[in-house]
T-cell receptor, first 114, second 113 residues
Framework: GDSVTQMEGPVTLSEEAFLTINCTYT??????LFWYVQYPGEGLQLLLK???ADDKGSNKGFEATYRKETTSFHLEKGSVQVSDSAVYFC?????????????WGLGTSLAVNP | DVKVTQSSRYLVKRTGEKVFLECVQD?????MFWYRQDPGLGLRLIYF???????EKGDIPEGYSVSREKKERFSLILESASTNQTSMYLC????????????FGDGTRLSIL
């Protein structure tokens, strides 16, 4: 079945460092891909998405490119801030069968120090 | 703006009690979901509903039931609460169309003593 694998955390960075959180997937056909963010004490928020190969999703300085050849959707940010400290989830919706359900990665915790 | 509201942020109940968690969305979304979130296990889908009075089991439905009598409201019911149901519970909703993202509430942290 469909699955999402993302790098384990926690990731600890200094402010203004470059961030990469790896995400790879297994799915039939061409899924849609998402990154969600969960700030402390809150629910999840959609950060960005991409629905077809080579699409780049971007929001709040974060970017991720849908790479069909490597089945990846890595999250990047050029210069992180303390306020980016959160848990980041990669997810997909498959094209086959029931496409209402998101398939989730386990989440990667990011801590940014001043 | 999109709004999913969960009735309680924190809830403490006793073993054996019947527990109701309520979720309301104001976006006229067809789909609604209940997840639980546990450290190291990520998000696990309990139940979802794609229409009023319709429901489907997710990955871990045992010990839970749901109710969707109105489009905007989706209730999660713990029939007889047990300590292993202590968790963070998250409600979400989405439009019926393909590839639509889910919108989440702030979660209910439930403790079963």
């Amino acid at each position: 079945g469909d699955s999402v694998t993302q790098m384990e955390g926690p990731v600890t960075l200094s402010e203004e460092a470059f961030l990469t959180i790896n995400c790879t997937y297994t799915a039939t056909g061409y899924p849609s891909l998402f990154w969600y963010v969960q700030y402390p004490g809150e629910g999840l928020q959609l950060l960005l998405k991409a629905t077809k190969a080579d699409d780049k999703g971007s929001n709040k300085g974060f970017e991720a490119t849908y790479r069909k050849e490597t089945t990846s959707f890595h999250l990047e940010k050029g210069s992180v801030q303390v306020s980016d400290s959160a848990v980041y989830f990669c997810a997909l919706i498959g094209r086959a069968g029931n496409n209402r359900k998101l398939i989730w990665g386990l989440g990667t915790s990011l801590a940014v120090n001043p | 703006d999109v709004k999913v509201t969960q009735s309680s942020r924190y809830l403490v109940k006793r073993t054996g009690e019947k527990v109701f968690l309520e979720c309301v969305q104001d976006m006229d979304h067809e789909n609604m979901f209940w997840y639980r979130q546990d450290p190291g296990l990520g998000l696990r889908l309990i139940y979802f509903s794609y229409d009023v009075k319709m429901k489907e089991k997710g990955d871990i439905p045992e010990g839970y039931s749901v109710s969707r009598e109105k489009k905007e409201r989706f209730s999660l019911i713990l029939e007889s609460a047990s300590t292993n149901q202590t968790s963070m519970y998250l409600c979400a909703s989405s439009l019926a169309q393909v590839n639509q993202p889910q919108h989440f509430g702030d979660g209910t942290r439930l403790s079963i003593l």
